[in-house]
C-alpha cells in the first residue's frame, strides 16, 4: 500500500512564501513520477505541478509558472512544492498524487493519471 503524506501547509500573506512536502511510502520511490494538484472552495481539483520519475522533467499550470517549483529528494522519499509569490487565487487543499506505475512518461495534468492521494493540507493566501 502507497501512503502520501503533505505537510507545510499554513497561512500567508500574499506575496509570502510556502514549501509544501509530500513524504512517500513506497519502495523505489525514484522510479515513479509525482505530481500536485489543487481544490479550491466550489471549484475541481486542477493540476498545479508534476515532477517526471527521473527528475528531469517538470511541469507547470500556466497559473504558477514563474512562482512555484517542484523538485524531488529521492533519498528521502520526497517531493516538494516551493510557492514563492502566493495570491489570493493559491488558497486550497494541495494533494500531491502518484501514478501505479514505474517509468511512467504518459499526461500528467489530470487527476485520473494518478493512483495514489494523500490526505491534503490546506493553503490560505491572505490579501
Known amino acids: 500500500q502507497v501512503q502520501l503524506v503533505e505537510s507545510g501547509g499554513g497561512l500567508v500573506q500574499a506575496g509570502g512564501s510556502l514549501r509544501l512536502s509530500c513524504a512517500a511510502s513506497?519502495?523505489?520511490?525514484?522510479?515513479?513520477?509525482m505530481g500536485w494538484f489543487r481544490r479550491a472552495p466550489g471549484k475541481e481539483r486542477e493540476f498545479v505541478a508534476a515532477?517526471?520519475?527521473?527528475?528531469?522533467?517538470?511541469y507547470y499550470a500556466d497559473s504558477v509558472k514563474g512562482r512555484l517549483t517542484i523538485s524531488r529528494d529521492n533519498a528521502k522519499n520526497t517531493v516538494y512544492l516551493q510557492m514563492n509569490s502566493l495570491k489570493p487565487e493559491d488558497s486550497g487543499v494541495y494533494y500531491c498524487?502518484?501514478?501505479?506505475?514505474?517509468?511512467?512518461?504518459?499526461?500528467?495534468?489530470?487527476?485520473?493519471?494518478?493512483?495514489?492521494w494523500g490526505q491534503g493540507t490546506q493553503v490560505t493566501v491572505s490579501s
Open positions: 498524487a502518484t501514478p501505479s506505475r514505474a517509468y511512467y512518461s504518459g499526461s500528467v495534468y489530470f487527476p485520473y493519471e494518478y493512483d495514489y
Open positions: 513506497r519502495r523505489r520511490f525514484s522510479t515513479y513520477a
Open positions: 515532477i517526471s520519475w527521473s527528475g528531469g522533467s517538470t
